[in-house]
């Protein structure tokens, strides 16, 4: 931590942008848990709130940027302070992801409380939102006491994730295959599926955005589960 | 551009860096086309080349991180400068995620290839990708010269891959319903179409930057095509 000449007044600044990441963070949270509610109980105005809400999300990502070009242009950081901004600022992006997943899930509780009910599609659905939303939660506690061994606990969880989204894609195919009025709503089911696997894929980044800051190396090549990219190759074979 | 107080080595810095991200851009653009090749041709092998290949631009992207932070830390930019030099950055992130919507689309050719064929689908696909290996092109053309109606034009573009997105969802919905073998290959055609559309929206982000870079302020809404999100609701009324 040397080059610092301004310490206190640099220190100060970059705690007010993390408090806003974490803030931020807050709502994402909350985004993906209530597009989940929203498509268990095929509420299409909470669906309409959470939609709405994404412009807060965004507004917050501006404003973080605007603060992190401030902070770089008033403290001029070095070294390992530069390294923390950067970190920063791409911390918001990825939160900024997150919220477009969630709203993008939301979209689409309209079509789907309008359509057949395919059993058990949203609750296994929000299980898996639950699992990413947890792992969102401590990703942001890690974020905030740069607590690494919390943030490899998160990496570690998102095996957990992809092996669920696979489990999900061969229930939603075989319900495809059963009758082909479900093809609509369940590639509706698929992509969200699909979307909330990112999720665990973008927190599993900032994951890797707070090892970066707190030991200046990324951590190797995480373990992954099954791609769903060739999921359906089994599929295919097993039929 | 006031406050510069190393004006050529600042404007020699941001260049190199600059040319990094248009060289990187065309290693994206080259993946995308190569992507939809070997998905018309079912060649594997070109396939895995492209999965391959998207660690070069994973590195280029880390590398122009590098030279930012570098440049940060020494030039100390300031205004409008800084604001390029965060342009820059951003710019290398939406290729990167490019390159992964590329490569993703190449691993989902061997098992295509040992499917069966979907009439028409690859081709359709390939037309769609190269429209946005078109609009990628203009919009690395529009930022090496800051071509704010260049820039515009690959804007407007984009509500065209959301007409194209839309009209294959269609059809692959139509060749699931057909027949239950259909429905494996035309999931993961139905994700590349989406995964085509998803490139358009970054090459939309980054024409964006350009306009932001040039101009200091964002381009207002852009036209944006009917959602994918609620096209097979119209789908499911439809039959």
């Known amino acids: 931590m040397s080059n610092r000449h ?12 993390r408090l806003s990441v974490l803030s931020m963070g807050g709502h994402v949270e909350e985004a993906i848990l209530r597009a989940a509610r929203a498509l268990e109980t095929r509420d299409a105005d909470l669906a309409g709130d959470v939609v709405q809400g994404d412009k807060i999300i965004d507004a917050a990502e501006e ?9 770089l242009a008033l403290r001029q950081p ?11 600022m791409k911390m918001a992006g990825e939160l900024e992801r997150l919220g ?29 939102a639950r699992l990413v939303s947890q792992m969102l939660k401590d990703m942001l506690d ?3 006491r740069l607590d690494v061994d919390l943030a490899h606990d998160v990496i570690a969880r998102d095996a957990e994730v992809d092996d669920m989204t696979n489990a999900l894609f061969r229930e939603f195919i075989t319900h495809m295959m059963e009758d082909p009025r479900n093809i609509t709503p369940c590639l509706h089911y698929v992509f969200i599926a699909k979307n909330i696997e990112r999720m ?13 800051v707190a030991e200046g190396a990324r951590p190797g090549e995480r373990a992954k589960g099954l791609s769903t990219s060739t999921i359906t190759a089994q599929q295919v074979q097993q039929q």
Do not use: W
């Open 63 to 71: 404003e973080i940027n605007a603060q992190v070009v401030r902070l």
């Open 200 to 212: 665990g894929d973008l927190v599993t980044h900032g994951a890797e955005h707070v090892i970066f």
């Open 6 to 17: 301004t310490f206190s007044a640099f220190d100060e600044d970059l705690e007010q942008i």
């Open 100 to 128: 477009d997943y969630a709203k993008n899930m939301a979209k689409r509780v309209p079509v789907l409380a309008a359509g057949v009910v395919i059993d058990g599609a949203a609750g296994a659905l929000k299980r898996q």
């Open 142 to 144: 890690a974020f905030s």
């Open 78 to 88: 070095q070294a390992d302070d530069l390294r923390a901004v950067v970190a920063v």
